[in-house]
Every structure is written in C-alpha cells, then in structure tokens.
C-alpha cells in the first residue's frame, strides 16, 4: 500500500491568497484526519471525518479554515483567505476504523505563507 | 492547559545504551496511549501502544511502562541505535468518545556512535 499521499509537500503563497491542501487516506480506511504542527502549539488536531461525514471540527482555528470530504479515497483542507500565523505542517492521517487508535500519517504539507 | 506533556524537549544518549522517553498527562480519562516516531520530512509513524488496563508493553527494543497512579508513561529503547534519532511523541486518547489522539510536544532523541 502507499500510505497515506498529500499534496503538495510544500506550498508557499502569499498572504490572502487561497490555499487548498490534499490527502488520499490508505485505501479502506474509514477515518480521516488532519492535523497541523506549529512550534507553539505543537501537533493539534483540526477535524476528523468517519464515512466520508465531519465528525468534530472543533479544532478548525477560524472561518478561514473548511475541509471537505466528498468520498472516500479524497480529502481537502482549504484555507481562504491565507495568513503568515498559518505557516506550519499539515498532516493527513487515517485509520481504519474511528475506534481503531492507530492512525497512519501522510508525509505534511510543508506551507509557508509570506 | 496541555492535556499531554512531554517535559524533556532533546535527550541525548550514547549507541547501546538504553534511551528513556517520559510523558505525563493531566487527564484521568484517558485509556490508551501511544507513542509515535517521527524523521524529518516525514509524518509520524506509529511505534508502540499501551492500554491503560496494562502497565507494560514489550515490542522488540521497545517497551512502554504505564503508572496509572502517578498519570505517567516512559518509553524505554534498549539498546539504542543512531536510526533511533528522530522526533518522539506520545500521544493519549479516550476510546469512548471518539478516540481522538491528544500528542505531547515531542522529544528529540539523538543516538550517539
């Protein structure tokens, strides 16, 4: 299996700009999660979906965050518009059943907005 | 308030000796616990796990220890190699409700020759 792909591995934009980050979970995996890393706040999680359905997106910092789930094997997170407090690594991360613990990570978006 | 915390930010140790990794967390309801392993560049990848009706978990060089009592959780790597360096965390969910991962800050292990 490939694991869990995101793309693109590093984005860079500029302030106010639109930016949509990418995640294909490990094929069968009913959970999806995405997750960003800052040096402040360490790795947080931002929401999570089961079946394709937005379980808790509590963890979403602002209205300028959305994501998406429209089947099972795609995920997208959009930030619109971007700021340079959103620079960080976003992770993707699946597992095959919500109760399941282990979840598997993509590789991150590295993004950088200046 | 950090639910999960990994108080030693880098840990260095010599290759073969034995590395020890600690946790503490602040919530009692938590009833599994992690540890994943992250290179740079990469995503963490998973490593061992323990359930809290357990308080040791073997795996090879890996073990994790789990003191109920004192909220704390240690991974112990013996004997410590240099592919041992690598960003750790721990990370604590309750599986009740929704079994979402809360991680601690890291800690950076850096394995000597």
């Known amino acids: 299996d490939a694991g869990v792909i995101q793309s693109p591995r590093h984005e860079v934009t500029e302030m106010g700009q639109e930016v949509t980050l990418r995640c294909k979970p490990i094929s069968g995996h009913n959970s999806l999660f995405w997750y960003r890393q800052t040096m402040m706040r360490g790795l947080e999680l931002l929401i999570y979906f089961n079946n394709n359905v937005p379980i808790d997106d509590s963890g979403m910092p602002e209205d300028r965050f959305s994501a998406k789930m429209p089947n099972a094997s795609f995920s997208t997170l959009k930030i619109q518009p971007s700021e340079p407090r959103d620079s960080a690594v976003y992770f993707c991360?699946?597992?095959?059943?919500?109760?399941?613990?282990?979840?598997?990570f993509g590789p991150g978006t590295r993004l950088l907005v200046l | 308030d950090q639910q999960v915390k990994q108080n030693s930010p880098s840990l260095s140790v010599q290759e073969g000796r034995i590395s020890i990794l600690n946790c503490d967390y602040t919530?009692?309801?938590?009833?599994?616990f992690l540890w994943y392993k992250k290179y740079p560049a990469e995503g963490p990848t998973f490593l061992i796990s323990i359930s809290s009706i357990k308080d040791k978990n073997e795996d090879g060089r890996f073990t994790v220890f789990l003191n109920k009592s004192a909220k704390h959780l240690s991974l112990h790597i013996v004997p410590s190699q240099p592919g041992d360096s690598a960003v750790y965390f721990c990370?604590?969910?309750?599986?009740?409700?929704?079994?979402?991962?809360?991680f601690g800050g890291g800690t950076r292990l850096m394995v000597k020759p």
């Open positions: 991360a699946s597992s095959l059943r919500l109760a399941q613990e282990t979840q598997y």
């Open positions: 990370a604590a969910s309750v599986r009740n409700a929704g079994n979402m991962l809360t």
């Open positions: 919530n009692s309801m938590f009833d599994y």
